[in-house]
């Protein structure tokens, strides 16, 4: 099994920055998707950003796209999300996410991590 452990969340005001980290250890596969989701007050969870395990394929919702990036690095298990431009729209409860198949677009997450709050101030 994997666990999945999030990072640095916190509070921002409006067009400020924030890095989120998903650190991955236990039985990982040589070729799962990371990702994330968010999930704000009285919303449905809701897809955010996904990549691919060798980091080539990216795929950002509308709401993000332009203002967040994924990355990730195999060699510690880490995928990031760069957050900037920052909106009060953004504030939300952020879920990493990881597809042992493999799949990105869309990703159908098999795990998932205990999440990490990110609080933008208008």
């Known amino acids: 099994q994997v666990q999945l452990v999030e990072s640095g969340g916190g509070l921002v005001q409006a067009g400020g920055s924030l890095r989120l980290s998903c650190a991955a250890s236990?039985?990982?596969?040589?070729?799962?998707?990371m990702g994330w989701f968010r999930q704000a007050p009285g919303k449905e969870r809701e897809f955010v950003a996904a990549i691919s395990w060798s980091g080539g394929n990216t795929y950002y919702a509308d709401s993000v796209k332009g203002r967040f990036t994924i990355s990730r690095d195999n060699a510690k298990n880490t995928v990031y999300l760069q957050m900037n431009s920052l909106k009060p729209e953004d504030t939300a409860v952020y879920y990493c996410a990881a597809d042992l198949e493999g799949r990105w677009a869309p990703m159908f997450p098999g795990y998932w991590g205990q999440g990490t709050q990110v609080t933008v101030s208008s």
């Open positions: 236990g039985r990982t596969f040589s070729s799962y998707a």
